[in-house]
């Protein structure tokens, strides 16, 4: 296979030398292209570098399939075997996603398209309390109880996780298979949550994908190396991922006009600009009023309350969401939602906030529900052992083998 | 939305005229293309064309997304039910399709790029049983009882069936959440079987896809026009769906060596050739011997117990198969397998015969487990109301209408 894709080609030049997998969506380049130029780049030519400064699949353009598995360790993994894990996990996830076939698999023929695959991992609590403890990260805790989640079990923390993304769902669905496998001595799978968003080239170059309310999801995202650097990285590379399970009652969302749906949003279903704008892009007037007097934007909306506050301009974050859609319960018409993943420098200081100001007063509440939490950190990128620079050699090396300041 | 794809007219031209949705698989074609061309069709721009003489999503190449919806009629629901029911459904299926909102919806912008999208629906024998029992076809039954088989209730038969397929995973879900919502006042769902196969484009060209065995799956397939009127339509258009639920071993099927897993299926895992032949449309040669005077091709292989014997030609079908992959139980490594759907005239003559023989005999046997089974059939294609020609307007308006003779 080819190393890099087009897509990633493009990005790469724009990022840091040597950072081939720092691919931003393709609307935030300073040459913007038109919302209504169609893909036709091969996919089969398609792939992501996974060794870089930061983990692949992060600033990595959303790829259309998700298998988000969350892992236990076993009893009796120490610090050793967890280590063990990581050197064997982060070499076949460094051949899976370059199109080659791991050691340990007798089918090179699934992996010769990647896809834009992209296997990133990422490191609960438990795995610091085994194998570093003083090492871990003052954040990385349970996001704290918040007013209306439903939080079930099922969907809660876990001392693992890999996020498996491609552009095609046979090779995300191969890759997790070939990574439990690779991996079944050490864990067990707690969770798969699996999700989708639009397919590679199914709508137009640059568009912000919807979902399942129909709603543009993703135009505040930071787009720039800059923001990437000051809002999701650390300068050591790392990052966090929150996790948020979000149920949403489409049968009742249904039932609300237009209108209705606009003013709980506060954006123009249509485009996603604010209702106070022309273009998905234009910021917001708070202040606006309409005929009346009132509010354009409603103080209460869903965009109004996610803003930051003037005074708070760190709360920001990477939304890089993706629908769920299982069969539904007897009875129902569906069983929807997101699976909302959310990367920042750290959750306390970034996330949680605007998650209590949300839970307590956003109109959209009226149609979601919190059902699963979990917070991992997620360690820097990787360079190839014996390759050239310094950095970790596996995912976590710097920590795992206590060299971490 | 453009009314035709640049594959839907290529395969349209191919096909008789008026029915640009008889696609079929680009590596049938007299003027074969390399199986190593990259797809660089733009997917915003393709569609399927819902009215013609057959169903759509039966020769249409198979698409990366599946929605198998079963539905039962809720209680009450009578003929004159069924007939509005199915007015209703096949409106609103001709507009998804053609990336026109439906009139019942409010979200426009959620349908603009079908991605391929079909819905095709097929009736269960209790819609003949309440609205034409003396229309029903004589081979509308349960299929019969297997050696092997573990049947789960959770996965048997329906009343209705809709194939919801798409390029785009969004696109699919949006079209099941529709047509579910529109239907609820006469049906609930029984179940959805979801399933993928390789991206649009995400594979080369022309290459037939693998399951998750790692197996090419689909070489005998109807190819021409002739193939399918021979096969899988009835005169009127009509056909027959046989939905197999087949649960996978992964687990123990990746013990095997490459060998093992070759003579097993009798074609070469690397490109799907029988193991008497170079290319995969190869004819398999049975009476082969190897240097030590055994068969190359093992007579309980997969390959040689699916073959139609000599004295039954007829014993063919099409192949639709799509992979699942679910979140394991607890303490396993995976849940996966096909949604094999199979497409005939009479599934009595032409599949059934071949299940017996496999499930009697067939090396694949060890690795496979039938848990769901149901047939269906398949109305003929539409025609738009007060639209020229003479056919159904709706799904199995003649026999809805008691007008078949």
Known sequence: MPGVSRRGFLAGTAGVAGVASTGMLLAACDNEPSNSEPNTEPLTEASVAFDGAHQAGIQTPTQASLNLAGFNLKDGVDAAGVVRLMRLWTEDARELTAGRNPL?????????????????CGFGERVFDIAAPDQKPVWLHDIPAMPREELRPEWGQTDLVLQICSDDPVMSAWALRHMTR???DYVETAWLQQGFVNAFGSIPKGQTPRNLFGQVDGTVNPRSDEDYAEQVFADD??????????????????????????????????????????????????????EYGLPVIDKNSHMARAMPPADHPEQKFLRRPYNYSLPPAPGELSDAGLIFLAYQQDPDVQFTPVLQRLLEVDRLNE???????????????????????????????????????
């Not at 340990?104 to 990133?120: C, D, F, G, H, Q």
């Not at 123009?268 to 892009?281: H, M, R, V």
């Not at 050239?388 to 300041?405: F, I, K, N, P």
Request: glycine share 12%; charged share 25%; aromatic share 8%.
């Open 367 to 405: 149609w979601t529900t919190h059902i699963g939490s979990a917070v991992y950190w997620i360690p820097p990128g990787t360079r190839k052992p014996g390759g050239e620079g310094s950095g970790d050699t596996y995912w976590g090396e710097t920590v795992l083998s206590g060299a971490r300041g």
């Open 104 to 120: 340990s698999s007798l089918e090179p023929e699934m992996v010769k398209w990647p896809a834009n695959l992209t296997i990133t």
């Open 237 to 290: 590379g790392s990052s966090s991922l929150v996790v948020r399970r979000i149920a949403m009652d489409l049968d009742d969302w249904e039932r609300l006009d237009r209108t209705s749906r606009e003013v709980a949003v506060g954006r123009k279903l249509s485009d996603g600009a604010p209702l106070t704008g022309e273009d998905e892009f234009d910021a917001p007037d708070m202040e606006a009023l309409d």
């Open 182 to 184: 690779a991996g079944m």
